[in-house]
């Protein structure tokens, strides 16, 4: 199914640089575990965007938004 993502950050650190909003929004081709991993993980883990994104050393507030664009 296709979803679409939408990522926000506020109050971000990216390489030293302190940056007030970040917004990403991205469609995926996922099936439904798929999603519901990615769920999962985000709610679970503190450090979920430092881990994964290269430069970011720290965000103070952040929201994903998982919206199926395609009937299950």
Known sequence: MKVKFTLTM???TVNGRMIDTIVLDWISELDYSEVLNISHD???????????????????????????LEDF
Not at 42 to 68: A, D
Request: net charge negative; proline share 3%.
């Open 42 to 68: 985000w709610i679970s883990s503190q450090n979920f965007l430092t881990q994964r994104m290269t430069g970011l050393s720290h965000v103070g507030e952040s929201s994903l938004t998982i919206e199926p």
């Open 10 to 12: 506020d109050d971000a």
